[in-house]
């Protein structure tokens, strides 16, 4: 027998530690991926009991001692699958199976999952696109009403503090692609991450509204900006580079004009300053910086990283964090870069994965009370696309996360599944418990 080969064979033959191929939907099995190896009596019980006559194995990925006990006890059973398959690449099940009752009772959890799964993320994407209507309009009213624009402004972010401070334990939610107007995206996102950063490290609510009011409104002086020089770029000139960088002193003006206060004014001034000195426009040094203004520059740093103003310098989340922390840790304040990232986690959400059984998948969200075991959606041909669950990587140890990936390492088809997202926004929601059908592992 050809070890690489898969092979069909009798439910009666399974073991721990065989690695198994389900080529069924999600509604009809209650493990959270289709290929896995096996762990424990109660898996393979019930395997037994989803009604099929054959399961593909592949003793290549399976302990040893589970394919030298398989071969030992029963070689004459065992037949390469193109012996077996249907032609249509799918295991034949018995033309008469009863499903049982608890695996109905699972295609019904199922569907309950995939409908408020869906609506919470449809939720999330509209949170973020009715603050990014409400940036939009007060941006747009800075100039000529500034005392109704600080108003907005405050209504903005007292809301999103308040629905911060009302959710006892929060996750980080990766939005879809293409949510809200493209210029509003970076001070929103910005906002949400810095108001997460703020919470982590226990301020005050008065702190949090003023942290998210220098977050929202700290790049407002880059409206009256060509869009040429909105965005810094490698070849830049030293006069566009001068115009770009007068943003910080003209939203600080703006600022001003809505009667911010000095709190809040002095972080905008400083949301492009480094802990290093390398910053702009005063070269300030960590401990000169106030504290919203070394969250709002760090924060802004990174946002930039994964969503700059020219597409082909964008970074995964991951790479992201990366840089920061292994090429640019003297940028930044090392325990406001040690706060992130243990918010964010090492593969924050957005960031494309290889798992440890060789899965493509996205990180959809992460919970910064375990921020190793974040929730993916993972490739798996045989569940379609709109039926993809998120998969919680704290209820499946064995599918720890092997490496990040770029989207163009993806093959084709992973690509066109997972959709990796161009831009990369955040929203917050409640967390909650790992997902019911999952309990079965």
């Not at 959890?109 to 999330?124: F, G, I, N, S, Y």
């Not at 909105?230 to 003006?253: F, K, N, Q």
């Not at 020219?310 to 790479?319: C, D, G, L």
Request: charged share 20%; proline share 7%.
């Amino acid at each position: 027998m050809d070890e690489n080969a898969d092979v069909l064979i009798d439910l009666s033959q399974l073991r721990i530690g065989m690695y198994i191929q389900l080529d069924l939907s999600w509604m009809n099995h209650p493990f959270p991926v289709n290929s896995f190896r096996i762990a424990s009596e109660s898996q393979i019980e019930i395997l037994r009991e989803l009604g099929l006559s054959k399961i593909r194995y592949i003793p290549s990925r399976s302990d040893p001692l589970a394919s030298e006990s398989l071969i030992a006890q029963a070689p004459v059973d065992m037949a390469p699958v193109h012996a077996l398959d249907d032609g249509a690449g799918a295991v034949p099940e018995p033309e008469h199976s009863n499903v049982p009752t608890r695996l109905a009772r699972h295609a019904l959890d199922v569907k309950r999952l995939l409908w408020d799964q869906q609506r919470r993320l449809d939720a999330c994407d509209q949170r973020f696109l009715g603050i990014t209507r409400k940036y939009r309009k007060l941006a747009d009213s800075a100039e000529g009403s500034p005392a109704l624009a600080r108003l907005e402004s405050e209504a903005l972010v007292s809301d999103s503090v308040q629905e911060l401070l009302d959710n006892t334990e929060c996750v980080i939610s990766l939005l879809s692609d293409g949510v809200g107007e493209r210029n509003t995206l970076h001070p929103v996102n910005v906002m949400v991450l810095c108001l997460l950063m703020g919470r982590a490290q226990g301020l005050s609510p008065a702190a949090l509204q003023d942290l998210g009011m220098a977050a929202l409104l700290h790049d407002i002086g880059k409206l009256r900006l060509p869009t040429t020089v909105s965005s810094p770029y490698l070849a830049m000139t030293p006069a566009d580079e001068a115009r770009y960088r007068s943003h910080v002193g003209e939203s600080v003006r703006l600022g001003q004009n809505m009667g911010l206060s000095k709190g809040v004014l002095l972080a905008m001034a400083q949301h492009h300053e480094m802990a290093d000195g390398s910053g702009f426009p005063l070269k300030l040094r960590g401990e000169e910086m106030s504290l919203a203004g070394r969250i709002l520059s760090l924060v802004n740093h990174y946002e930039r990283l994964c969503n700059p103003g020219r597409s082909a310098q964008t970074m995964t989340p991951h790479e992201a964090l990366s840089v920061m922390f292994a090429q640019q840790k003297n940028r930044f304040d090392a325990v406001e870069l040690g706060i992130f990232i243990r918010m964010m986690g090492v593969y924050p959400p957005g960031s494309v994965v290889q798992l440890v059984n060789d899965r493509y998948a996205i990180v959809v969200s992460v919970n910064s009370s375990r921020p190793l075991r974040p929730c993916v959606i993972v490739h798996d041909p045989w569940v379609p696309k709109d039926e993809a669950l998120v998969l919680d990587l704290e209820t499946a140890p064995e599918l720890g996360i092997r490496r990040s990936l770029r989207p163009a390492q993806l093959p084709r088809d992973a690509l066109e599944y997972l959709s990796p997202r161009k831009r990369i926004c955040y929203f917050f929601e409640r967390a909650v418990n790992p997902a019911a059908v999952q309990a079965g592992l």
